[in-house]
């Protein structure tokens, strides 16, 4: 998880990308993709400012919510941003969870994996927080991807906003898609997730798909299960 994402600018990033994110429908997207049916406890991993979660509660209000994320300055705008819900929102590593055995019915993190230092020890982590049954859908960018058809879905979806506007949303797509090492950021082809994943303790209970979130094909649903 390195030292870029606990940076200030990193925490302030992380704030416009993710109001951006909610104004554009992207976490009630990945909200309305998640398995909730049945879920008690949900936990979001580099949860941010938290939103991701007030749109798994907009679904599901009966879900009992958990945000993580290794960033205090994270923490800190998630519990202004969710004041109105209760919220267990802690600070902390994913490669060492602050949570018992078997407790979550539901982990899920988006554009969260990609700062991960050792991922196998993550995932391994996730198995062990997950219930018997429980799940993990994971939506990740990826690195086998064609920047410049992705930037140019980015340009029509924000066609209706100000050229400033457009402008910016591209400039940072782009910097995330092309410099990602500079920021922390490590993307990993489909086949390496695949592999990632069954040599973790997940095994063979797993699947790893392209996807698109908003109509940009720059993503992959990792889906997760652990026996019951």
């Known amino acids: 998880m390195g030292k870029f994402s606990e940076s200030v600018f990193a925490a302030w990033l992380q704030m416009i990308v993710s ?35 007030r749109a798994v509660h907009d679904l599901h209000p009966e879900a009992e919510l958990f945000g993580l994320d290794l960033s205090p300055r994270a923490i800190r705008a998630a519990r202004k941003a969710l004041q109105d819900l209760k919220v267990d929102l802690r600070s902390g590593s994913i490669a060492a969870a602050p949570y018992e055995d078997g407790f979550f019915d539901l982990v899920t993190c988006n554009a969260s ?3 991960w230092e050792d991922p196998a020890e993550c ?10 049954g429980g799940e993990a859908v994971l939506f990740e960018p990826h690195r086998d991807i064609d920047i410049q058809d992705a930037l140019e879905r980015i340009r029509q979806i924000m066609a209706d906003k100000g050229p400033l506007r457009r402008w910016g949303a591209v400039q940072l797509n782009k910097f995330g898609l092309q410099r990602s090492g500079g920021i922390g950021m490590k993307l990993y082809s489909r086949a390496e997730l695949i592999d990632l994943a069954r040599t973790s303790s997940f095994e063979d209970n797993c699947s790893v798909e392209l996807t698109s979130l908003l ?12 026996p019951v």
Not at 19 to 46: H, M, N, T
Not at 123 to 132: A, G, H, S, T, V
């Open 123 to 132: 995932l391994n982590e996730i198995f062990r927080i997950l219930k018997p």
């Open 215 to 226: 109509d940009i094909p720059i993503f992959v649903c990792i889906h997760l299960w652990k």
């Open 19 to 53: 109001y951006r994110r909610q104004e554009s429908g992207l976490y009630r997207e990945i909200a309305e993709r998640l398995p909730l049916g049945k879920v008690g406890r949900v936990l979001d991993i580099g949860t941010g400012t938290g939103l991701q979660l």
């Open 113 to 115: 994996m990609s700062y």
